[in-house]
């Protein structure tokens, strides 16, 4: 029985194609800046979201500490939602490495921050505060798409105030593909934006910062400081360079499957379905069968995430059936 993983759409598994790519990909010491298939890929990116220099990074997670260092100095702070990314789940690096304190701020039903409470949360100029810097925002958050409205209202309350703008966009595409815009109209908003390869897009590893050119010279320098200056990392980005021309349109299809999961999840009985906008369904599940409903699911091949709500990611190597014995063994606990 082949497994259905919803854990995340992290665990997707380079395709065939995408190895042979891998395989091919020229190579070089990155740390020389001699890889020509990381030098490309930063070129891309970079292009892609109408900024002048990117960086490949490991992961998302240091992508998003460059960018906060790069952006802040010790005692600073940056301005991010309770669930960002940046503030609750990289381990509290930024106040561990960066010496930068978050300063978070509850979402809206729509994942956003309140303009006022931005401008509110700003810090006045007196040495019993820490100096607000930075606003960092999500995109999508929690499979939520921010509007672009939004972004250009929330962005530009920062500059009033003087702080810089960061975007974790971790799934900026499918949050373009979402709201029918190009990845370059969310970007445009924001200073830095960092974007994962090894979500939704299906590369194995890897990230990238784009911004400023004289940003990204910044962020070089945290990035070999934190150990993110990799060697023949063209292997690595290869894979990514691959998942832009092949995997970036095909998100549409992860967002239907969703929603057909949805679909087929609405109406069971225990079970409220928050309405999915992109890849990812969360469910809350009250009632006695609540408690084995994680076991039943691995007894029939398929996994979900359970740590604050229930959650699944559709992804490249799912299908339509895969998520139809999803929704049936939901269904085969909750009715039994
Ligand atoms: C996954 C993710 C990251 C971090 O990426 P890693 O490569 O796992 O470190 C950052 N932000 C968001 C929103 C993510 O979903």
């Known amino acids: 029985m082949k497994t259905i993983d919803l854990r995340s759409d992290t665990v997707t598994q380079p395709t065939a194609a995408m190895r042979a790519a891998m395989l091919e990909a020229p190579l070089g010491d990155d740390v020389f800046g001699d890889d020509p298939t990381v030098n490309a890929l930063q070129d891309r990116i970079a292009a ?20 906060i260092m790069s952006h802040c100095q010790r005692g600073d702070e940056y301005i991010v939602g309770q669930m960002a990314h940046t503030y609750r789940w990289e381990g509290g690096g930024a106040a561990v490495l960066a010496s930068v304190q978050p300063q978070p701020l509850d979402h809206q039903p729509d994942g956003t921050l309140e303009l006022d409470a931005i401008a509110a949360a ?23 798409a921010l509007p672009l409205e939004y972004m250009a209202k929330a962005t530009a309350v920062a500059r009033q105030h003087g702080l810089a ?9 499918n ?19 960092s974007v994962c390869f090894s979500k939704g897009l299906g ?48 998100l549409a299809d992860d967002h239907a499957l969703a929603q057909r999961l949805a679909d087929g ?30 076991g039943h699911l691995k007894s029939r091949g398929v996994l979900a995430t359970g740590l604050y709500r229930l959650r699944f990611v559709t992804r490249l190597d799912v299908d339509a059936a895969g998520v139809d014995r999803a929704i049936a063994a939901v269904r085969e606990h909750l009715t039994a």
Request: glycine residues 10%; proline residues 5%; positive net charge.
């Open 48 to 67: 892609m979201l109408d900024k002048e220099a990117a960086l490949f990074v490991p992961s998302g997670t240091q992508s998003n500490l460059v960018a």
């Open 122 to 144: 700003v810090k006045p100029d007196d040495s019993h505060f820490a100096r607000t810097r930075l606003l960092c925002l999500e995109n999508t958050l929690g499979g939520k």
């Open 165 to 173: 703008t960061h975007l974790d966009g971790a799934r900026l595409f």
């Open 175 to 193: 949050a373009a593909i979402k709201l029918g815009v190009s990845a370059h109209d969310i970007a445009e908003h924001f200073d830095s934006v």
């Open 203 to 250: 590369a194995p590893v890897g990230s990238a910062l784009v911004g400023s050119r004289e940003f990204i010279r910044g962020a070089h320098r945290w990035r070999k400081m934190l150990g993110g200056g990799m060697r023949q990392a063209g292997v690595l980005a290869a894979a990514a360079r691959y998942a832009l021309d092949h995997h970036v349109q095909r």
């Open 265 to 294: 999840l609405q109406g069971l009985p225990g079970l409220t379905i928050e309405p999915p906008q992109t890849n990812i369904v969360f469910a809350d599940l009250q009632g006695p069968r609540a408690n084995g409903l994680m």
